[in-house]
């Protein structure tokens, strides 16, 4: 039975590849290099960053694409190796190196290398530590996080497509505003498709996705989107729906995961004289500085929206008559409106909402595109301006500048806003359960004590052992740190804040009822992100889901 649509599935490995991810120290002491190898030649087509200044591994990969003998994929993070001493001479040793895991030679070897510009790369040391990457047990998550650099989560999408698997994976989350491809995304199918099917693919899914996406309208140096092919299943003569469907959940994720965003934005724009216009229009707005701030503060702050519209529309040379623009935030009329609006309540509801939505008609044409960005944050400027201690292979380390680049005025309201829960939690216990997938560091649990909180720290445990525990030293709290972002609802969103009677079964273990209506709370948040544990305890924003009696 041929399916209509692409399925969202459980990640699986197509059939004839490998994904694995190591250690081969360009970071001080996390996974770095991810290596796809496949046991016979792909099919494989490439879009690159449209950047002048493109990287080693763009310069070396262009000539290689499209091809039909491709072996292996080798993404180094932790280092761009761009426009630094001997980029060139460490890119064909990559090359050399993981073609030779797969017994080829380097014109059937992909590369992919995403950090610090400017940084020598020590492809010796890479190179020595491939085999041990190549013996490591096949793993998506590790081939995932061994991409990533600032990203706070992995990013993955798979989906079933007329019998043969699409899998996805990318990394992005700063200098994002493509040009032809994201920071680094592969697609991996083992569809039969001819070439010249996956070259029109990768271009169409690429322009309507990864080309539709903006974090700080910054196009990187090292932009790659890859799509491979095994052909070890069915026939597939058209993969753009699947192609679609993967890059789409991988751009999205990038925007919303855009450096410090609180929000994922999501702009529309329908009526235009066509898509391309549509496009330019919705990235434009959805990129303006104005509007990210706006949105950032919560603050229906139409004017800006009609702002950038109306400056990409000029950049363009498009026309419009004012009497046919409309425009919606969070599906409410802001612009033409009868009576006064209630920015107010529209605040509230944005406040309430992890996704913030613009709709803009700006006349009767056939064209329509969505862009997605983000809003823009304190963080970003603070991510972006922490200075590096150390270069070379420890490039990561890094001085944190978080309270040094805050306003006398906004350090007042940091350490006032903490005070109030170092009063209230005081001599009180936490239990704080480390799953295995979720480490984090012991200067969070150091700081807990020195607060006066008494933390009981448990590793490896499931919720019902944590409840068991708190239970018999009478916490206040459950704090469980995971690999993901909270506790998702049916339609695998992340839930601020439930009950009891909201929460889902999975997480109704036994006790957990009683010690909730004992005045106890429940946090589940991602241990994989830089003092989320703080986060969630000290400031009102919080970054998990909290569970509550009701």
């Not at 496949?38 to 000539?63: E, H, I, K, W, Y």
């Not at 993070?77 to 380097?106: I, Q």
């Not at 026309?319 to 509230?348: C, E, H, T, W, Y």
């Amino acid at each position: 039975m041929t399916d209509l649509l692409p399925i969202d599935v459980e990640p699986t490995l197509p059939l004839g590849v490998r994904l694995l991810g190591g250690h081969t120290g360009v970071k001080a002491n996390r996974l770095d290099t991810a290596l796809l190898i496949s046991d016979a030649p792909m099919r494989a087509v490439g879009t690159f960053t449209q950047n002048r200044c493109a990287a080693a591994c763009v310069l070396g990969n262009r000539p290689l694409l499209p091809s039909e003998k491709i072996r292996t994929l080798t993404v180094v993070s932790g280092n761009a190796n761009c426009y630094a001493a001997g980029d060139l001479e460490a890119d064909a040793m990559l090359r050399k190196a993981s073609a030779a895991l797969a017994v080829s030679s380097a014109d059937t070897a992909l590369t992919a290398t995403t950090g610090p510009i400017g940084v020598p790369l020590d492809a010796r040391k890479v190179a020595a530590a491939l085999p041990r990457v190549f013996r490591n047990t096949p793993s998506i998550v590790d081939f995932a996080d061994a991409m990533l650099t600032t990203d706070t989560v992995r990013k993955v999408a798979c989906v079933r497509w007329q019998g043969a698997t699409f899998l996805g994976i990318a990394k992005g989350s700063g200098m994002i505003h493509p040009d032809m491809a994201t920071m680094i995304a592969v697609c991996v199918t083992d569809a039969d498709i001819p070439l010249e099917a996956m070259q029109r693919a990768i271009s169409a899914a690429t322009s309507r996705t990864f080309n539709a996406i903006t974090v700080d309208r910054d196009t990187s140096t090292n932009d790659s989107a890859f799509f491979l092919s095994t052909a070890k299943g069915p026939a597939v003569a058209d993969p753009l729906p699947a192609l679609s469907a993967v890059f789409q959940q991988l751009a999205v994720a990038i925007a919303r995961d855009g450096e410090g965003a609180t929000r994922l934005c999501a702009v529309r724009v329908t009526g235009a004289p066509d898509e391309a216009c549509a496009r330019t229009s919705a990235r434009d707005v959805a990129g303006s500085d104005l509007v990210k701030s706006a949105l950032f503060a919560c603050d229906p702050n139409w004017g800006r929206i009609a702002a950038a519209l109306g400056a990409s529309l000029a950049r363009q040379g498009v026309n419009i008559d004012r009497a046919d623009v409309q425009i919606r935030l969070m599906n409410q009329p802001v612009f033409p409106i009868a009576g006064p609006l209630d920015k107010q309540a529209l605040s509230a509801t944005m406040r309430s909402s992890d996704t913030l939505t613009v709709d803009v008609q700006i006349g009767a044409g056939p064209g329509e595109a969505t862009a997605w960005g983000c809003d823009l944050t304190y963080d970003y400027v603070r991510i972006n301006a922490e200075a590096p201690i150390a270069y070379g292979q420890n490039a990561p380390v890094r001085a944190s500048l978080e309270m040094q680049t805050l306003t006398p005025v906004l350090k007042k309201g940091v350490l006032r806003e903490a005070l109030r829960y170092l009063h209230d939690f005081d001599r009180k216990t936490m239990v704080i359960a480390v799953q295995a997938e979720a480490p984090t560091t012991e200067d969070d649990f150091a700081l807990l004590r020195l607060t006066g909180i008494r933390p009981i720290v448990l590793r490896n445990v499931g919720v019902e052992t944590a409840v068991s525990v708190a239970r018999d030293n009478d916490a206040m709290k459950i704090v469980v740190l995971t690999a993901d972002d909270g506790i998702r609802d049916a339609d695998g969103a992340i839930v601020r804040e439930l009950t009891i009677e909201t929460l889902p079964d999975a997480w109704l273990v036994p006790g957990l009822a009683d010690f909730l209506r004992r005045g106890g709370t429940l946090h589940v948040l991602n241990g994989q992100v830089h003092a989320a544990l703080i986060e969630e305890l000290f400031t009102d924003r919080g970054i998990g889901s909290m569970v509550i009696a009701g």
